[in-house]
């Protein structure tokens, strides 16, 4: 098991939800940045959102900006990302990074697919 995991993928149509979690460890979870990040098939990893600060300072890709929603539970540390009225092209795999002073820690990414 890794110091992040995360969970929540699965096969939605479009215009659906689905929300995923990051559970982290004491030593993973971290007020300075936490982010998901996703990876399409046959295209780079890029950024979708992070949170930043104990005041969680958000920011999304373009390409979510009104959809997806980044947030974190400090009691269960965990890092969410709600996903909504989602499209074919936000298929791909999601990961969540976090990256507390001096060190970075990455998950194995959960599945997200979605069929026109």
């Known amino acids: 098991q890794g110091h992040v995991v995360e969970s929540g993928g699965g096969v939605v149509q479009a215009g659906a939800s689905l929300r995923l979690s990051c559970k982290a460890t004491?030593?993973?979870?971290?007020?300075?940045?936490m982010a998901w990040h996703r990876q399409a098939p046959g295209k780079d990893r890029e950024l979708v959102a992070r949170?930043?600060?104990?005041?969680?300072?958000?920011s999304y890709a373009d390409s979510v900006k009104g959809r997806f929603t980044i947030s974190r539970d400090f009691a269960q540390k965990t890092l969410f990302l709600q996903m909504d009225s989602l499209k074919p092209e936000d298929t791909g795999i999601y990961y969540c990074?976090?990256?507390?002073?001096?060190?970075?820690?990455w998950g194995q990414g959960t599945q997200v697919v979605v069929s026109p």
């Open positions: 004491d030593r993973a979870f971290t007020t300075l940045h």
């Open positions: 949170i930043e600060g104990r005041g969680g300072t958000t």
């Open positions: 990074s976090t990256q507390p002073l001096g060190a970075s820690y």
